[in-house]
């Protein structure tokens, strides 16, 4: 990807690129937060998530091996999610990012801005409890694997455990924007807004 420089908004493939980060549990309304997000403020969503499932549905052997992690309620390596990330960064006509559920874990974030060379321009950290994300996720009944009580205790707890280190390093670079994420939609998308109304992006 050429030269790894320090400063926000890099280059990619020739397109200077500004990058918000979207973190939370798993449950916390990240999706639905980032939908009204595009639909206002004319960023592009990539979820860490979707771009793994939809590998998995490829039927790549890349695919096989994220789905066996994912049951497993284990992390999948940096490197792929990343590639997956960059990939549809470049594939994109727009130049304004929401990166949701990424990076899950400190390897993630220093592998991410390492072989991409982007810093995010904020970090949108949706705050909410244990108790009210089970609630969603199982009443959510998408018809995903991982939405049984088994596997989503599993991604709490690597949550808590790899995640939050995350949120803690952006916060001491003054990055983090924290929303209270128990409160109904409309009230979450208000601080949402309060939010991307300072934000010069």
Known sequence: MGSVTETPNKQVSGKKVTVIFVLGGPGSGKGTQCANIVQNYGYTHLSAGDLLRAEIKSGSENGTMIQNMIKEGKIVPAEVTIKLIQKAIQESDNEKFLIDGFPRNEENRAAFESITGILPEIVLFFDCSEGEMEKRL??????????NIETIRKR?????????????????????RKIDAAKPIDAVFADVKAVFEKVAV
Not at 138 to 147: A, C, K, S, T, Y
Request: glycine content about 10%; aromatic content about 10%.
């Open 156 to 176: 709490f707890k690597v949550y808590l455990e790899s995640s939050l280190p995350v949120i803690e390093h952006y916060n001491s670079l003054g990055k983090v």
């Open 138 to 147: 199982l009443g959510r009944n998408q018809g995903r694997e991982d939405d």
